[in-house]
């Protein structure tokens, strides 16, 4: 593929669901490893935040040379950052997660860049099929594991979805030799975030079934009523062909058959 | 015909037993008497009925009415309740919601989303109307009785499939038009977190996502990948989680159609190409949307494979013909395997343990075919076939290679 192209993947630092230990987070490294496959190691990997932060070096370990920093305070709005970095230095595609793991984790970061930058915004791809003559052909994960064409021309913002590609391993060793670019950058405070209140997750009360009953009888009947009480259309004593008829037309009514 | 009234000691005995499943359409309440005057007459004898052992018996709560053994007012009980009627004629402000529409159809999701607007309704002062928005092809008809007040539903090619920046065009022009108090939308990956999202860095809002607790001054959210709760003042634009409100279920409402009077047709920079053939059987068994399901009933496996192949399902099986070893675990549907959320099920040779009727309990629609027409997978089905499977399967092949090579020719 085409390697003059100038692929950016924006990194944050993840967090682990269950142990909450920082990491790399999975879509961010499902972004690189796209824009490795895409770029080979002239993807750039850009993280806005500290550069002294060791879990960095876990997206280095996938075979990068460099990374470059942003350097920022945590309370700094990483969005403009970002932002104004990519608007003077030039890049094609653009890759990000769809939400980071920590933080606010409001998945607005693509959405921001791309308003700010005026280009396109294509979210939650599986993966990029090819890209030329200034335009890309890009696969979108759909629900129910259905996939989307999608023509886009470039410069343009993806977020890239837990159905592309797994990323590759870190390997440690790489990892530490990496070079990490630090870049002194303009902060900007985050002021509505200072207000906000965070708390670990209390755990939500689940739905009770109401029965609006007003009368024993009633109540009675909702009690002990079966779940799938009506029962559907029985065909029987009937040849298999018109039998096989029937269950093709409910399908095709349903729309299952492409 | 003669005038004698006659006793029907069977449908006395309905009256007096209310836990008979025609005690309701029986015993339906006497329409009222006027009197010459015009006076409303009631009689004191009509009130009870007689029970057993010849006792009057008077049910007060209303559960069983008089007129046992009478042949009069059946007819009136069929009538289904009439919720009452909410009506805002000229609103004072507007909570927007835009549908996701799954299918055409209203999800729990979108319910609960409108619940949530009128809650937040309720909480300002003033009357507003809860606008929802929509987009493509709908189906739904029970708008009024979800809770929407105005309906502005947006069709045409330019809304078909993906289309995003159109979409979005429209919504600015509704924020114009309207400025509504509240903008909300589904935090779902069927396209509300999506446009939400493209409308907040549009206006330039900070939205709550995931908000699962919201009222006129505080939202609680989740963040930190669902990790941690966020409480913060409520935005204007606001993403909410499923479940966020109850849904309306004691009143109906207008759904009057707004209309926009001209959207200024947006630059078309992301071309959908359509959606892409995917192999089924690599669509995870837990989200796959068409499942072909294989029981102990089934003996011609290749056909099998091929019915599933040519109607385009993912496979699925019982945990008999797993342990028997004919398909691999990864496959089997069910309580210690996959819970399955198909919108058609296919069940071919299943008589339906309970365990494996847990695992299809979310599927929309199931087909069943087999021999025993007394098993609990034929009673759980929409559409049963009682016959051979092998003999049903061929005939259904045979329509699917019809249906795809028609296809195949029409496109040529």
Known sequence: ?258 | MSDLIRRDPRAEWIARNRLHPLHAAMTAPAGEVRGPSGLLRKNPHGVGFIGPNGIKRIDRSGGSNAAAGGRRGAAKSAQAVELPLHVVEAPDFYVVTVLDLVGGRLGSHDKDVLGQAHKLVNGLEGNGAVLAVVFGECKEEGFGLAGVDRLLHLEGSEYEGYSPEQRLAALVEVERRFTPRYWLFPDSINGGNELGCRLAARLGERPATQAWQVDTQQTLCRGAGGSSDITRATPRLLLLAEECAEPVDERRHEALAVELDSIAPSLVRIRDCGQVAVDPNAIPLAEAEFILSAGNGIRDWDQFHQAAELLGATEGASRVVVDDGFMPRPRQVGASGTWVTARVYLAVGISGAIQHMQGIGQCDKVVAINLDAGCDMVKRADLSVIGDSQAVLAHLIELAREYRHGAAENAA
Do not use: C
Request: no cysteine.
């Open chain 1, 1 to 258: 593929m085409t390697s003059d192209l100038n692929i950016v993947a924006l990194v944050s630092i993840g967090q682990h669901p269950k142990s909450g230990r920082a990491r790399r987070a999975e879509q961010d490294a499902r972004a690189v490893e796209l824009g490795m496959r895409l770029a080979g190691d002239n993807v750039q990997v850009l993280h806005a935040g500290d550069a002294a932060e060791e879990t960095l070096r876990q997206y280095a370990g996938m075979g990068l040379k460099s990374l470059r920093v942003l350097q920022q305070s945590p309370q700094a709005d990483a969005v403009v950052a970002l932002g104004d970095y990519l608007a003077e230095h030039r890049a094609d595609v653009v890759l990000t997660g769809v939400r980071a793991e920590s933080g606010e984790s409001s998945g607005m970061a693509p959405y921001l860049l791309a308003e700010k930058l005026g280009w396109p915004l294509v979210t939650r791809i599986a993966d990029i099929v090819s890209i030329e003559n200034g335009e890309a052909q890009i696969l979108q994960a759909l629900p129910r594991g259905q996939r989307r064409a999608i023509q886009v021309r470039l410069p343009f913002v993806a977020s890239v979805d837990m159905a592309a590609q797994v990323a590759r391993q870190s390997a440690f060793g790489p990892g530490r030799r990496a070079e990490l670019e630090s870049l002194p950058w303009v902060e900007t405070p985050d002021s509505e975030r200072a207000q906000f209140k965070e708390a670990p997750a209390r755990k939500r009360p689940k739905r009770l079934k109401k029965v609006k009953a007003t009368t024993a009888a009633e109540r009675f009947k909702a009690a002990t009523a079966k779940s799938q009480g009506t029962g559907g259309r029985i065909i029987k004593d009937q040849p298999p062909t018109e039998q096989a008829q029937a269950i093709f037309d409910l399908l095709l009514e349903e729309g299952v058959l492409r």
